[in-house]
């Protein structure tokens, strides 16, 4: 039996709400793993009663991979708005395909910038893992991001590495005293992004009111890292209604209960 999830507010609220929006790993999906079929099947079931939006660190090929093309055929993709790179990008489902809303876009001089900053810590703090996984710091367009084992790492591998946050926050320490004037903060399993000074979900969830024209007051967020200093945080202290979760096998009974109390 699926144990409960912890919510900040009850579920029979869910039916005032227009929007439901996800965290994507961890809350939708392993990290960086494709959308299991009963995980598009409910995501189906919920765009027949809401908009869905789903917001994240990864780009948009990532989330074409784990979510956009893991959808079946019956689902209402102009009702899903797409977030990657922690929101400074969207997508949207128009005249039968995906089109970019905006993308908000480092230069060339910032991006080098934050490179030589990585760098820099990863010596000065000498966190080297014995193997890695591909790359280990990727260039988004609108956030860097340093993955520690690399971004091909197995999820094993990255659930044992840094599970009480303790390794990347020292890095982070070192890093915004590199790079003041960014935000950096603690993403995925393994990983630390680096956006434009006060992004976060809250700045993506801001971003989604003013392009969807919902009120915030109209949204719900759902994540598994709703707590302070996780990566989903920034949602309640924008003052959403929030349902955190362990796992996607509680965010299926989330969206169950959600389509229930919509029909």
């Known amino acids: ?52 939006a ?26 899903l708005w797409l977030m990657p790179t922690t929101g400074t990008k969207l997508f949207v489902y128009q005249d039968g395909a995906w089109r970019t809303v905006y993308a908000e876009l480092f230069d060339e001089e910032q991006k ?24 280990r710091i990727e260039d988004r367009g609108s956030q860097i991001t340093f993955s520690a084992l690399g971004q091909q790492a197995p999820i094993e591998a990255k659930e044992t590495w840094d599970p ?13 005293r590199r790079l003041p004037g960014l935000s950096i903060n603690m993403g995925g399993a393994t990983s630390i992004d680096i956006t434009r000074e006060g992004v976060d979900k809250a700045y993506g969830l801001k971003r989604l009111r003013d392009e969807s024209g919902i009120s915030l007051d109209a949204m719900m967020f759902i994540g598994d890292a709703i707590f302070p200093g996780g990566n989903d945080y ?11 979760v362990r796992d996607p096998n509680e965010t299926l009974s989330v969206i169950a209960a959600i389509v229930a109390c919509n029909r």
């Open 1 to 52: 039996m699926v144990a409960q999830p912890d919510m900040d507010h009850a579920l029979p609220e869910a039916n005032l709400k227009e929007l439901v929006a996800f965290d994507l790993d961890g809350t939708l999906a392993e990290s960086k793993q494709p959308l299991k079929e009963n995980m598009g099947e409910a995501l189906a079931d919920l765009l027949s009663v809401a908009q869905v």
């Open 54 to 79: 789903v917001i994240s660190g990864g780009d948009w090929p990532q989330f074409e991979k784990q979510v956009a093309s893991r959808l079946p055929a019956r689902a209402d993709l102009s009702r």
């Open 164 to 176: 009480d946050f303790s390794k990347r926050k020292i890095i982070q320490a070192d890093l915004r």
């Open 234 to 244: 920034p949602a309640k202290t924008l003052g959403l209604d929030t349902v955190m």
């Open 112 to 135: 080098a910038r934050i490179f030589r900053a990585f760098d820099e810590a990863l010596a000065a703090t000498g966190f080297v893992p014995e193997r890695t996984w591909g790359e």
